[in-house]
């Protein structure tokens, strides 16, 4: 049952293979769906800064009747800030807005403000807000670091100050878009990727091709990708705050096959639609 498999981060701080994405839950809404995919047996919540729902999430939390220390919370500092004062304060302001002592996993949301991804020179303030996430984790207000859209110039460019190794780099991964080698050099030096949008937003639902694979295993597309992720040996994030999606979503106890992994991996470029718009879906 995928709800109890874990994956020991390099730090050996252990982490719930599923988890639930929180992107587009409104602050409003969230304190249920999060305490919902915790009545299934969810364990694992993703949040950021970014959206606008740390104070629901956090209710959720506190109010779902398990102990926090069997809950694995993440949370992602804003992309914009790029300096160590201000990243300590976003830092202490997390745990404020979710209500909770500590977080089990924070990360640089972007290695660039959103306006500019993958542009720009970031390079010192990345090592800037690097620093200021390794002191919090020395001072036990985060139990783990990582990253997020991080590309290996951007892990090399942290890896010249810092002191701790990123344990996880979380990367938009999905059928269609697998970024293999970054991947592999991820998985090569003990940080574990977290795949997030890995329905691609929603935009893989009506593909005729992974259709048709998912009615040949007998599930449904959401629950074919979401296998395909946790089969690539990544952390998977699939969003929603329906329960009948949460309780189907973790429904994935069966095997792709080599040759499925490989049509899936090559699969044709999703088209976000109208969510084309975020910086993470302009193929940057
Ligand atoms: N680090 C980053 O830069 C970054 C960027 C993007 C996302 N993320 C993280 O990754 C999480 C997931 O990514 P995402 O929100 O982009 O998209 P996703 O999980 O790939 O897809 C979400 C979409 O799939 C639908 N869905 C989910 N389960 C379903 C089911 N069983 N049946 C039918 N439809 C289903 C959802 O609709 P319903 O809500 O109606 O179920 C929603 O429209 C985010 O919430 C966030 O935590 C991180």
Redesign the pocket.
């Known amino acids: 049952m995928i709800l109890t498999e874990t994956y020991i981060l390099s730090n050996d701080v252990t982490i719930p293979k599923l ?7 409104d602050d409003d809404k969230a304190a249920q769906a999060v305490r919902d995919a915790i009545e299934i047996g969810y364990r694992n919540i ?3 800064q ?2 606008g729902n740390e104070r629901g999430v956090g209710e959720g939390i506190r109010t779902s009747g398990v102990a926090r220390d069997e809950l694995f919370i ?1 949370t ?1 500092l804003a ?1 914009e800030i790029k300096d160590h004062d201000a990243a300590t304060a976003a830092i202490d302001g997390s745990l404020t807005t979710l209500g909770l002592d500590y977080i089990d996993l924070m ?1 640089i ?2 290695p660039q403000p959103w306006e500019d991804f993958r542009g720009g020179d970031y390079a010192e303030g990345n090592r800037e807000a690097w620093r200021a996430l390794e002191d919090a984790y020395k001072a036990g207000k985060v139990r783990s670091i990582g990253v ?2 991080f590309l290996q110039s951007d892990l090399e460019n942290i890896a010249v100050t810092s002191t701790v190794t990123p344990h996880v780099n ?3 991964v ?1 059928a269609g878009n697998t970024p293999t080698e970054l991947i592999a050099y991820c998985q090569d030096r003990g940080i574990l990727v ?12 009506d593909n005729p091709q992974v259709q048709a694979m998912a009615e040949r295993y007998g599930v ?4 074919l ?2 296998r395909y992720t946790l089969q690539l040996g990544t952390q998977s ?6 329960p ?3 309780r ?2 973790a429904q994935v106890d069966f095997e792709i096959s080599e040759a499925d992994m490989t049509a899936l991996r090559d699969l044709n470029a999703a088209d976000y639609g109208e ?1 084309s718009v ?1 910086p ?1 879906y302009s193929g940057k």
């Open positions: 988890g639930l994405g929180t992107w587009f839950i993703d949040t950021a970014a959206y993440s992602k992309a990360l949301h972007a997020s859209n979380q990367l938009l999905h977290q795949a997030y949008s890995p329905i691609a937003h929603g935009a893989i639902l449904t597309v959401p629950q990708c979401i994030l699939p969003k929603t705050a329906n009948d999606h949460m189907a979503n969510h975020f993470v």
